[in-house]
């Protein structure tokens, strides 16, 4: 794997919308995060287009993605929400090149879709908060966390996260996963999930109890999850909340166990990342051990490398 | 491929509940009108079971699919209800003996697992309403498609049913296909969706628009519409309404043209089955005609042969 350059004080964040659209009040406190922190922060020519779901054209939004890992000026690239529409890039965009800029990339949720292209093509990424979780009230630790991964420091340390304990034992790997419904719409696509050897993230927001089911279901049944090392559950977000429930349901950390306790690798669900209120970030394709007695991952590696 | 026999009058009708629990009040009038048309009914040992979203353990649902299809004096296996579970018993089930017992088989939506699985294996199952289906109020023609099916008859003929031309021309190949989100849950799996040289169907209820456009590009970016021949396209049931548009939306013809108009195969939309208020039951895997120009889909097989 190839680590991106930590980011200098003054250092030049581009942010993009490859995804669903982001209103300017939406990111402002984002912005003012990311500015706050000493960093400058320009925008994607189409940041802030809509067209129902998506933020502007597949061209537009494909085309502010090349440009930021193109453009020798930007030193990171920074996704201002997700819903959904990274998929819809991926025969549009050269990720072999992007991938070789070696620069940071931040985001979640619908952005798990580029982080698996671009992982697998040998860049450590960053699953982190976009502007839209910027610019809502969180835990100081939050941008903490998100800062220190920046930089290229641990950003485990500052957060203290930890999860529950579901499958005991320690597992090493490197870390990949995100959000549960991308990483099944990756399935037997060129660039779909592969757990073999590695340490699994897996959360979701706003499913029904019986499609957390299924997909941790067709996860298991295309033997994407053969040879995984170990699993870090976050939260399914609003699932037990979700008022359809029609034909029923289970609390969604029943399903969790169901499904994955079977699997027999050392495993934690409620660890903070992703959908939370309180997540911290992470450095996917970074080795990464995880202690599913203690409920805790330790970075084995640092999130950035200089070169 | 294999067709079932045809339900003699007097034939045994034995009901399964594979998926999600179903109510005897639920099911009451759809059991009256199998009944009226002259066929004796049985249910499984755990129809009415219920454990969330489940019709109970998946050791009951399984025995009950088991037992329905091993006993000789069933006829046709019946589902009660969709909504999840299907999925689950795929490894628990001697798939290869149900499909050998040439029984008629009969569900939609999440049954569409159970369906790709006997298909593949030979076998021509029914692609009908279910018993929740036929305890609401229907079109007389949706009872009378139904029971053409079972007999062998076509089932088209009664219901004169068309769909609206989004790419014309003709087409002919085995049908295949069926509820979205579970076609889906198949990508990659021993029993996943192979649509070469096949007419397929796609539908699907309850699902935000974004989620239409995810999974229609899942299917593209997967390959298993490679060599498809034409596509017959139902309604996103509900799909428009929906209140859950947070992020956008489009009306969702627009996403399946977007989407499946670049394939340049012969394709309608519109065409009525499945959780559509009037649908018609098709024989999956028999061979079809369409002629994308008049909307329309002919049969060219019988749905079943004595022997």
Same mark, same amino acid.
């Given at each position: 794997m190839r680590f991106p350059n930590p980011l200098e004080p003054g250092a030049h964040i581009r942010v993009v919308s490859p995804a669903s659209p982001a209103r300017p009040d939406q990111t402002q406190k984002g912005v003012e995060t990311l500015q706050q922190a000493g960093y400058g922060v320009s925008f994607g020519r189409f940041v802030y287009e809509s067209d129902g779901y998506l933020a502007g054209t597949d061209e537009q939004r494909a085309a502010d993605l090349a440009e930021a890992f193109e453009d020798?000026?930007?030193d990171a690239v920074f996704c201002?929400?997700?819903?959904?529409?990274c998929a819809r890039l991926l025969n549009r965009l050269d990720l072999d090149r992007m991938a070789a800029a070696e620069k940071v990339f931040c985001g979640f949720s619908d952005v798990t879709t580029l982080h698996l292209a671009l992982n697998r093509r040998g860049l450590v990424t960053f699953h982190t908060p976009m502007l839209l979780t910027l610019s809502v009230d969180r835990p100081g630790w939050v941008v903490d966390s998100l800062l220190a991964c920046l930089a290229g420091r641990d950003p485990l340390t500052a957060a203290g996260a930890t999860g529950q304990s579901v499958v005991g034992g320690r597992a090493r790997g490197l870390l990949t996963g995100g959000c549960l419904c991308l990483l099944c719409d990756s399935? !037997?696509? %060129?660039?779909a999930l592969d757990a073999r050897d590695k340490i699994v993230l897996i959360e979701d927001v706003d499913e029904p109890p019986h499609r957390v089911d299924a997909m941790l279901t067709h996860l298991i049944h295309a033997g994407v999850?053969?040879?995984?090392?170990g699993i870090v559950v976050g939260e399914m977000t609003r699932t037990d909340e979700s008022p359809d429930h029609a034909i029923g349901a289970w609390p969604w950390r029943r399903i969790v166990e169901d499904r994955l306790?079977?699997?027999?690798?050392?495993m934690v669900m !409620?660890? %903070?990342?992703?959908?939370?209120?309180a997540p911290v970030s992470l450095p996917l394709g970074a080795t990464v051990e995880l202690d599913a007695d203690a409920g805790s991952l330790r970075l084995l590696e640092a999130p950035c490398v200089a070169g």
């Open positions: 020798p000026e930007v201002s929400r997700g819903g959904y529409g399935i !037997g696509t %060129p660039d999850l053969d040879g995984v090392q306790a079977p699997l027999n690798v050392p !409620g660890f %903070p990342f992703g959908h939370v209120h």
